[in-house]
């Protein structure tokens, strides 16, 4: 009898007792369609956290499906593993740093998507690469007088926390005509803090306890189209198939609601086809151009992390901004990209085919490397 590969899915599962079932997480609905999904490409998948992993005995307590429900049971090492963790907390816990250290290096890229990227390293990977020209400025924090000199050579500067998501912590700088620069703070999902200072040293001076606490950097802010006044962006999901090669499974628009400065859909953005939020700002001569400048990027930007990071991922949530001139930017690259299990406003096949991709891929890895 041929041994079915099998697929682990890291992300961090908590085991209901008393219900004898996983306990619902953001999370927990697109795994279920991966196991889903593995099964019926003929493979088992399941899911572990780091807590479960038993290192001497190449042991792991997973949790996959059966009839229709969630089981639990011991599994051994699988043949390749899909990093779906998304809490940094759980990341960055020394307990488990050392687990995921040992299962990293035994796997090699069979453990695709191992871990978060922070800002300043893929910063450097794409200023060593072709597509420099397409990155803005962007300096580290070192110190209050560099900080206060890179708000007052740009129009607009954004401060950024190195290890950050869904928008939190950002700040936002504009330099007035007189000098004197306002500011937009998002201190939490739902709240975001304005204020004027009178001069840039003063507008940093106001960030000096957020900038002792945490790693930051600061990013020169470029000037976007927006859609109804509202900033947008566009997120390409590029994953890779079941040949191993990559693949566009999704690409559109991110608008920021109304009042917000950053358009994460899980801090309260919307999906709107590219088209509609981005490309009707220009004429039609330039629209193709455009999305082909766009299309172009992304892959470019795919092939300069996978060169600086020294290895392969499966999939790169790819975030970029195109200017008044239609010129196209690189604003963030994600390793964890969100995938949503249902769609309101785009295509379920291509939702379908974000979760089908990653299991084609593991199969690709795990029948390569058997």
Do not use: C
């Amino acid at each position: 009898m041929v041994q079915r590969p099998l697929i682990g899915i890291l992300d961090s599962p908590r085991w209901d007792e008393r219900h004898q079932t996983l306990r619902e997480t953001d999370q927990t609905a697109g795994i279920r369609r991966m196991v889903e999904i593995a099964q019926s490409l003929g493979a088992e998948a399941f899911v572990f956290g780091l807590r479960d992993v038993d290192l001497k005995s190449k042991q792991i307590r997973g949790f996959s499906r059966l009839d229709d429900r969630w089981v639990a049971r011991v599994y051994p090492f699988p043949d390749v593993i899909y990093d779906q963790l998304v809490s940094r907390k759980v990341e960055r816990n020394q307990a488990y740093r050392s687990i995921r250290q040992a299962l990293s290096a035994a796997y090699g890229e069979r453990f695709f998507n191992d871990g978060f990227f922070d800002k300043w390293q893929i910063y450097e990977w794409l200023r060593r690469s072709p597509v420099r020209p397409h990155v803005p400025e962007t300096i580290r924090h070192r110190s209050l007088a560099q900080a206060t000199a890179f708000v007052a050579r740009h129009p607009v500067t954004f401060l950024k926390p190195l290890h950050g998501s869904l928008g939190l912590g950002i700040v936002r700088f504009a330099l007035d005509k007189d000098g004197s620069v306002s500011y937009e703070w998002k201190r939490s999902r739902d709240g975001i803090v304005r204020g004027t200072a009178a001069s840039p040293a003063e507008a940093v001076q106001l960030f000096r306890t957020q900038l002792r606490r945490r790693s930051y950097i600061w990013q020169q802010g470029i000037d976007l189209v927006a859609f109804d006044g509202r900033p947008v962006d566009v997120r390409i999901l590029l994953q890779r198939d079941g040949t191993g090669a990559w693949k566009r499974t999704k690409m559109f628009a991110r608008v920021a609601r109304s009042g917000d400065f950053t358009s994460n859909l899980a801090a309260g953005g919307g999906a709107m086809p590219v088209d509609r939020a981005i490309l009707a700002a220009f004429p039609e001569g330039a629209k193709k151009r455009v999305r082909a400048s766009i299309r172009r990027l992304a892959e470019a930007v795919a092939e300069a992390v996978e060169a600086g990071a020294g290895r392969t991922f499966g999939e790169l949530g790819i975030d970029l901004g195109v200017d008044r001139r239609g010129f196209v930017w690189v604003i963030e690259v994600n390793s964890k990209p969100r995938k949503a299990p249902a769609s309101a406003s785009g295509r379920d096949d291509l939702v379908e085919l974000s979760f089908r991709r990653p299991m084609e891929y593991a199969l690709f890895l795990a029948r390569r490397s058997s």
